[in-house]
C-alpha cells in the first residue's frame, strides 16, 4: 500500500484530471450539504451529475463551478464515464445501485447501512483509519459509518490510541437532522402548531416530538432490548478499530434538536490519564475542538455544533465512581451529524482517495 496523504488542515489533490462525480439522493439534507462542502473545500469536479428519484428529475441546483445543473432521474446507467458516486439515499437504493455502480468503474462512498459490515467493503472515518480506504476494493464501495459511530469515535480515539480504551459507555441526543429532512420538516412544524394551539402533526414520527423525548425511532430487538442505532456503535466501532476486544454499549435517544447530535461518553482505560492530559490529546486531534469552560459553564452545544466541521468536546473530567478514577473518563460532546457524521466524512474519503491517486 502506498504512503497515506493525508488532508487535514490543507489540500493536496493529484495533479491529474479532475474526476466526474456524482451524487445520489442529491436533494436530501445530506445530498444538499454535499454540494454546499464541495464548493467550501473548493472539491476538485470536472463534471457534476445530480441524480435523484423521477419525481424530483428536471429540478435544477447550482453547483458551485458548473452553474444551474438539471437533477435525473436515477437508473442503471446513470454511472457511464463517472469516477466517483456519493450515494445518500437510504439502503434500498444503495443496494440495487451501488453494486452497479462499482461494476461501472466507479468508486461508491455510501452513506447507508447497506455495505457497512460487508466485509469486502473497508468502512472509514479518515482521521482514524483512513488508510483502509486505500486497498483493494474488490466491490469498489467504501461505506460511511453511522452518525453516532462516528461522532462517539471522534471523541474516544484521541484517548484510545494513548490509553488504550478498554470499555466504551455511550448516551446519545440525537437530533432531527439523523432522520433527513422529512424530519426535520416536521419538527419545525410541530413547533408552529404548538404555538398556534393546532394539532400536532405527526406523520413523521408518529407521536409529538416537539417537548418530548423518546427511544431512537430505528428497530428494537425483541431479545437484547438494543434498537439498531445502538448495535450499530457496537458492530462499527469494531470494524473501524479493528479490536473486537474493546467492550461497547450504547443507549440512543431521539431528542428534540433540528441539528446536530450530543453524546455522553464514559472510557475505561487501562492506563491512568489526566484531565488536562486527555484535553491536550483531544485537541490535538484533527477534526475536533475542546470546548470546556467550567468557570463560565461553556460546554457543547447542539446549536455551537451546526454548521461546524470539527466536533466539540467539553466535560471532560474523571470518572469518581471506579476504585482509581484516572483510569476512568467521562466526556460530552456535539457534532453536526450532516456534516462530519455524514457529507464531510465522505467528502474526505474522496480527498484521500484523490490526493492518494486512487481516482
Given at each position: ?127 482514524i483509519n483512513g488508510d483502509a480506504c486505500l486497498g483493494a476494493l474488490p466491490k469498489n464501495i467504501i461505506a460511511n459509518p453511522n452518525c453516532s459511530t462516528i461522532l462517539a469515535l471522534m471523541a474516544m480515539y484521541p484517548i484510545h490510541r494513548e490509553k488504550t480504551v478498554k470499555r466504551m459507555v ?190
Open positions: 500500500m502506498q504512503p497515506l496523504v493525508t488532508l487535514f488542515g490543507r489540500r493536496a489533490f493529484s495533479s491529474g484530471k479532475a474526476p466526474v462525480v456524482a451524487i445520489v439522493g442529491s436533494t436530501g439534507a445530506v445530498g444538499q450539504e454535499l454540494i454546499a462542502l464541495m464548493a467550501e473545500r473548493n472539491f476538485p469536479a470536472s463534471e457534476v451529475k445530480l441524480l435523484a428519484s423521477a419525481r424530483s428529475a428536471g429540478k435544477t441546483n447550482y453547483v458551485e463551478g458548473h452553474g444551474d445543473v438539471v437533477v435525473q432521474e436515477l437508473t442503471e446507467e446513470s454511472f457511464a464515464g463517472v469516477d466517483i458516486a456519493f450515494f445518500s439515499a437510504g439502503g434500498g437504493q444503495s443496494t440495487h445501485y451501488g453494486p452497479i455502480a462499482g461494476d461501472a468503474g466507479c468508486i461508491v462512498i455510501d452513506n447507508s447501512s447497506a455495505f457497512r459490515m460487508d466485509p469486502e467493503c473497508p468502512l472509514v472515518v479518515p482521521e455511550v448516551s446519545t441526543y440525537q437530533a432531527a437532522s439523523g432522520a433527513g429532512a422529512v424530519a426535520m420538516a416536521e419538527l419545525e412544524q410541530q413547533a408552529k402548531d404548538f404555538v398556534e394551539d393546532a394539532p400536532i402533526t405527526q406523520d413523521f414520527f408518529g407521536r409529538q416530538y416537539i417537548f418530548n423525548l423518546f427511544s431512537h425511532n430505528s428497530d428494537i430487538d425483541p431479545e437484547t432490548g438494543y434498537n439498531e442505532e445502538e448495535l450499530k456503535m457496537v458492530n462499527e466501532t469494531a470494524k473501524i478499530l479493528d479490536d473486537e476486544t474493546i467492550a461497547v454499549t450504547a443507549t440512543c435517544i431521539r431528542v428534540p434538536v433540528l441539528r446536530a447530535h450530543c453524546e455522553s461518553i464514559n472510557l475505561e482505560l487501562e492506563e491512568s490519564c489526566g484531565v488536562e492530559e486527555a484535553r491536550e490529546l483531544l485537541d490535538a486531534f484533527p477534526g475536533v475542538t475542546v470546548v470546556d469552560d467550567r468557570e463560565a459553564n461553556q460546554m457543547p452545544e447542539p446549536l455551537k455544533a451546526s454548521g461546524v466541521d470539527d466536533c466539540l468536546v467539553g466535560r471532560v473530567r474523571h470518572d469518581i465512581s471506579r476504585s482509581d478514577p484516572t483510569k476512568g473518563l467521562d466526556m460530552f460532546m456535539a457534532g453536526d451529524q450532516i456534516r462530519k457524521g455524514a457529507a464531510l466524512n465522505a467528502i474526505q474519503i474522496a480527498e484521500l482517495l484523490i490526493a492518494n491517486g486512487k481516482v
